[in-house]
């Protein structure tokens, strides 16, 4: 694939193991779950870094298990709590705030980084990633949102490597794989609908964050889950999978499919699509990401689809739910306003998670961030920070 992000792995990533392994976001689900996986293969992964946000006990847990030589938290108080649970005789180096998930991201011993955490803070650590020629499972889709050209700048000059871990992308990576670009028209992006589909603005208006949280589907961490009932999940997916396969929105289409069984289908020029399938656990394509180009068990239920009884597709309700056409928008509209898009959703994903607003306001505030926006060059990455920190303190007046 000539348009991808980055080199195409078959043809640069060596049967390399056992891969050293930092983690950037080990506490979430994503992490957790990479973790699960690092333990079940300890002959395919050796686990050098572990870096997190303020659950000092669960990193704790996690590093008296894989004992790496590095770690980081988000601040001073979480970086003594952690301190004083890790248990006597093993004494890693803790490094605090930004600059610490940075020289997780960069750490010489790691040459596989999986990028996890969520929302624009995992942007810088996984541009560090590419800049430092690393191999990227990459599970923080707002890096290529904020500089989806940045990484695929980097990633050029420096032989890094992505391999995309979100479901629908892994799903697209496996369907491409050895297929050139030109023989491919379109890519289709399967989402759930989530707890919502099938309602309309009326009932939408009157919807709690416990309602929104209660995903019929998948396990995922809360801004996740929030974003997959309102659509905007697979917004930032379209926007990665242009990002990362080198397309035009165009060229991405998404279509509903509630059993979650059909992760995403890759279309041919001769109007052939090939679909991956399995059971909905981030385990699989977190694995194959891990541990590619193999396939290794993970113990979990093989996918019996005479079980599963019949698979349903349909059309995403874009009146009720807006949020993907505006980010379908953001993209066609240039980087700077994807970065509105990103920096405004987080906002207001916040507020509507503590009670502050409504979950109809979430697409409200989007549409008016769009629409003042005037589209600017993001040549670097302290351009796209900047103008995420001015959209974030402008969402807070939309409100």
Known sequence: ?????????????????????????????????????????????RVTALAAGRNAARLAEQAAAFRPGLLAVLDQDTAAALAAALPAGYSP???????????????????????????AAGFPPTLAAAQSGKIIALANKESLVLGGHLIRRACRESGAVVLPVDSEHNALFQGLLGHGAD??????????????????????????????????????????????????NKGLELIEACHLYGL??????????????????????????????????????IAHCLCFPHHLPLGLPVLDLARVGSLTFEEPDLEAFPCLGLARRAFEAGPSACIVLNAVNEVAV????????????IPRVLEQALAGHRAAEVPQAADALALDREARTRAAQLF
């Open 248 to 285: 035009t929105a165009a060229r991405v289409s998404v279509v509903v499919h509630p059993q979650s069984i059909v992760h995403s289908l890759v279309e041919y020029a001769d109007g052939s699509q090939m679909a991956h399938l399995s059971h909905p656990d981030m385990r699989l394509p």
């Open 183 to 232: 023989g491919v028209t379109r890519l289709i992006l399967t989402a759930s609908g989530g707890p919502f589909r099938g309602r309309g603005r009326d009932e939408l208006a009157r919807v709690t964050p416990a309602q929104a949280l209660n995903h019929p589907r998948w396990s995922m961490g809360p801004k996740v889950t929030i974003d997959s009932a309102t659509l905007m």
């Open 93 to 119: 180096e803790i490094l605090v705030g930004p600059a610490g998930y940075e020289a997780v991201a960069r750490q010489a011993e790691a040459d596989l980084v999986l990028s996890a955490i969520v929302g």
């Open 1 to 45: 694939m000539d348009t991808y992000i980055s080199a195409w792995p078959p043809l640069v990533l060596a049967d390399r193991f056992p891969r050293n392994l930092a983690v950037l976001g080990s506490t979430g689900s994503i992490g957790v779950s990479a973790l699960q996986v690092a333990a079940l293969h300890p002959d395919r992964l």
């Open 350 to 361: 916040e507020r509507f998670l503590a009670g502050r607003c409504g979950f109809l306001d």
